[in-house]
């Protein structure tokens, strides 16, 4: 079945540090993936995506490329911020089902000044 | 513009308590989601509705209901609350028409804790 694995949290960084969240997935055919942020008491909302391989997602810094031969989506950023302290959850959908979203665990990230 | 609310934003019950959780959405969105989100377990689909009129079973079914009220409307019920319902819980909508979008837009979210 289809399923996302993801860095396990909490991740701890000083201000203006290099950010990687590692993400792989398993999936039938070829899905588009997400990565969605989570602020500190609201719901989830959309930070990028990528539909097809080889794209890079792009958002506010935060870069991931969709690498289907390692099938993986990890999330970068090169100089995180306090702003950016959040849950990041990787998710994927397959094309024939966008009801069906695989959402991974979430990795916590706290950036301290 | 609000988007997708929920009400209430916290929600303490005793077991065998019964309460219905209340979502809308402004966007004219075609499909709704229920989650839950459980420490380590990220978010798990309990019901969905892809139109109005429908609604589907999604990973979490069990000891919920929904009902979809109007195209803005999904609610969520449980009937008989039991300690393993504590969590939050998220609504969700996503335009379904043409052209259609992977995207869901997520609502603040209803802390429940049932004692």
């Known amino acids: 079945g289809n399923s996302v694995t993801q860095m396990e949290g909490p991740v701890t960084l000083s201000e203006e540090a290099f950010l990687t969240i590692n993400c792989t997935y398993t999936a039938t055919g070829y899905p588009s993936l997400f990565w969605y942020v989570q602020y500190p008491g609201e719901g989830l909302q959309l930070l990028l995506k990528?539909?097809?391989?080889?794209d890079k997602g792009s958002n506010k810094g935060f870069e991931a490329t969709y690498r289907k031969e390692t099938t993986s989506f990890h999330l970068e950023k090169g100089s995180v911020q306090v702003s950016d302290s959040a849950v990041y959850f990787c998710a994927l959908s397959v094309k024939t089902s966008y009801d069906k979203v695989i959402f991974g665990p979430g990795t916590s990230l706290s950036v301290i000044p | 513009n609000a988007g997708v609310t929920q009400t209430p934003k916290f929600q303490v019950l005793k077991t065998g308590q019964s309460m219905t959780l209340q979502c809308a959405q402004d966007?004219?969105?075609?499909?709704m989601y229920w989650y839950r989100q459980d420490p380590g377990m990220g978010l798990r689909l309990i019901y969905y509705s892809a139109s109005e009129g429908t609604t589907d079973k999604g990973e979490v079914p069990n000891g919920y209901n929904v009902s979809r009220l109007n195209k803005r409307e999904f609610s969520l019920r449980l009937e008989s609350a039991a300690p393993s319902q504590t969590s939050v819980y998220f609504c969700?909508?996503?335009?379904?028409?043409?052209?259609?979008?992977?995207?869901?837009?997520f609502g603040p979210g209803t802390r429940l804790t049932v004692l």
């Open positions: 990528a539909t097809k391989a080889d």
């Open positions: 966007m004219n969105h075609n499909s």
């Open positions: 969700a909508s996503r335009r379904r028409e043409l052209p259609p979008t992977d995207t869901q837009y």
